[in-house]
C-alpha cells in the first residue's frame, strides 16, 4: 500500500511513532527491538523525531538493536561522509543506544575479508530475531540499500558496485563525484525482504518518476524498488510531490 501525506514532516512523525510503538511494545515484553535503518536525506525527519522522543518523553533505545543497510567502500569511521558518522549524528549520539548493538557495515576491510564480513552480518541479524523493521529511501536509479540495477531479488550482504547516477547524486557530498567511492557494501534484497516490516519513504518532485516506476512498473530486475510489489509487508510512506505521478 502507499500512503501519501501532506508533507515529509508529518510523514517522517508518523513513522516514528510505528518504530517508537515497536520499541515500547518489545520493552514490555522484555525483548530486542531490531532496527534496519537507512542513511541519506530522506530519514532525517524520523530519527529527528525519534531523539525528541527520546528527550521529551523517555523513549529508552536500551533494548534496541541496528542494523545498518550500507556503508561505501572504501570509507573510514570517521570521516564526514560515512554512514557512521551520519548515524552517530542523526540519531545514535543523542540516544541512549547500548553502542553494542549499532551494527553498519565496516568500509574499513580488507578486500578479501568482505565475504566472511558480509555472512556474519546476515547471521548476526539471523541471530537477534531478524529484522522488525525496515526502514528505506529509494535512489533515482531504483536502488533499496545499494543494490543497484541488476541485482538479484535473492541477493544477500554484499560488496557491489555503485551507478554513475548514484555517486553523481552523492557528490555534493564529497566535493564532487571523482571522490565518490566506486563500490559499497549493501545489505541484498534478499536481507531487505526478511525483515517483518517495510517501510519505504520518498519525498519530493524528484523521487516522483522512480517512485512511479517502483509502484506501478513491471517487476524487474532493472528496477531493484520494484521487487518490493513481492512483499505482503511493505508500505510506500510518500509526500504529495512524490506521489504526483502515480495513478
Ligand atoms: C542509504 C541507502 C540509499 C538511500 C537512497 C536515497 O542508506 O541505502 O538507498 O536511501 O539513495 O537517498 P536520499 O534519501 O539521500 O535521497
Not at 501525506?5 to 513513522?15: D, G, W, Y
Not at 515497536?22 to 525519534?50: D, F, H, M
Not at 517487476?219 to 510489489?229: F, H, I, K, N, R
Request: a negative charge.
Amino acid at each position: 500500500p502507499v500512503t501519501i501525506f501532506e508533507n515529509p514532516k508529518v510523514a517522517s512523525i508518523k513513522v516514528a511513532n510505528r518504530i517508537a510503538d515497536l520499541i515500547r511494545k518489545k520493552q514490555s515484553e522484555n525483548a530486542p527491538a531490531v532496527l534496519g535503518l537507512a542513511t541519506g536525506a530522506t530519514p532525517v525527519g524520523v530519527y529527528a523525531e525519534l531523539v525528541r522522543m527520546h528527550k521529551e518523553e523517555g523513549l529508552s533505545f536500551k533494548n534496541v538493536i541496528t542494523f545498518n543497510l550500507d556503508e561505501y567502500y572504501p570509507m573510514q569511521p570517521d570521516a564526514d561522509q560515512s554512514y557512521v558518522s551520519f548515524m552517530n549524528k542523526q540519531l545514535f549520539d543523542h540516544v541512549d543506544i547500548d553502542r553494542n548493538n549499532i551494527n553498519i557495515p565496516d568500509g574499513t576491510l580488507k578486500l578479501e575479508d568482505i565475504p566472511a564480513f558480509c555472512l556474519n552480518y546476515e547471521k548476526k541479524i539471523a541471530e537477534v530475531g531478524g529484522l522488525d523493521i525496515q526502514v528505506l529511501g529509494i535512489g533515482r536509479t531504483g536502488h533499496i540499500g545499494f543494490n543497484e540495477p541488476g541485482s538479484a531479488p535473492n541477493s544477500g550482504t554484499r560488496l557491489v558496485t555503485l551507478d554513475d547516477l548514484t555517486r553523481k547524486d552523492a557528490a555534493r557530498d564529497f566535493g564532487g563525484k571523482s571522490f565518490v567511492p566506486t563500490k559499497a557494501i549493501t545489505m541484498g534484497i534478499g536481507t531487505i525482504f526478511h525483515a517483518r516490516e517495510i517501510i519505504l519513504m520518498a519525498w519530493n518532485g524528484k523521487k516522483a518518476p522512480i517512485l512511479k516506476k517502483a509502484v506501478e512498473g513491471e517487476m524487474s530486475g532493472e528496477v531493484p524498488a520494484t521487487y518490493l510489489q513481492m512483499s505482503d509487508n511493505v508500505e510506500f510512506v510518500v509526500d504529495v510531490e512524490a506521489a504526483s505521478l502515480l495513478t
